[in-house]
Every structure is written in C-alpha cells, then in structure tokens.
C-alpha cells in the first residue's frame, strides 16, 4: 500500500518561498507519476504540479507555472516542490501523491479515491 508523508510547510509573507518534500512507499507500477494537489475551503482539491517516473518529464498547473519546480530526489521514490513568489491565494493545504499521471493532466474529476499523507498546510498572508 501507497504511504506517503508531506512536510515542509508553513506561514509565509507574499513573495517568500516554502520548499515542500514528500517521501512515499508502496508505489505500483501503473503510479506513473508523483506529485501535488491542493486544496482550500470551498474549493475542490486542483493539481498543482507532477512528475513522470523518468524523472524528467513535469506537468504544472497554470498557476504554479513559472513559479514552483517539483523536482526528483536520488531514490525516486521522494519528491520535492520548490515554491517561489508566493501569493496569498497558494494558501492551501498540500498534498502529495502517486498516481497515474492522468490525475493531474485528465479533465477535472474527483480525486478522493488517491492515496494521500496527512498534507502540508501553506498559508501565505499579504
């Protein structure tokens, strides 16, 4: 089974930057990617950035594009997202996960089914 553990967040000033890192186990080989999804009250959990298993190929959301940078740690099986230029609407809570890379790229759908950690709260103030 899928376990994963976030961290690495905090409360930050607009245009302050957070490093986040999540460590997973458990991941099958049809979880082609890893990455990141948010979410904040009243709104439904949204991708924020993903990872393919080779470790090259990155997928952002609109918003994080430009600004974070989800990279590969050395074992693969750990990811980290690099947020810079933070606004006030980042404030969320993060999660990380490992899925098939269609759960991020795919048309909106619900995405409770994903195995997630305990998520990371950002919380950016102006």
């Known amino acids: 089974q899928v376990q994963l553990v976030e961290s690495g967040g905090g409360s930050v000033q607009a245009g302050g930057s957070l490093r986040l890192s999540c460590e997973a186990s458990g991941i099958a080989d049809t979880d082609t990617c890893m990455g990141w999804f948010r979410q904040s009250p009243g709104k439904e959990r949204e991708g924020v950035a993903a990872i393919y298993h080779d470790g090259g190929s ?64 950002v919380s950016v103030s102006s």
């Open 58 to 121: 990155r997928w952002y959301s609109d918003s994080a594009q430009g600004r974070f940078t989800i990279s590969q740690d050395n074992a693969k099986n750990a990811v980290s997202l690099e947020m810079n230029s933070l606004k006030p609407e980042d404030t969320a809570m993060y999660y990380c996960t490992a899925a098939p890379c269609i759960e991020w790229v795919g048309p909106p759908h619900d995405h409770s089914h994903l195995p997630w950690g305990q998520g990371t709260q």
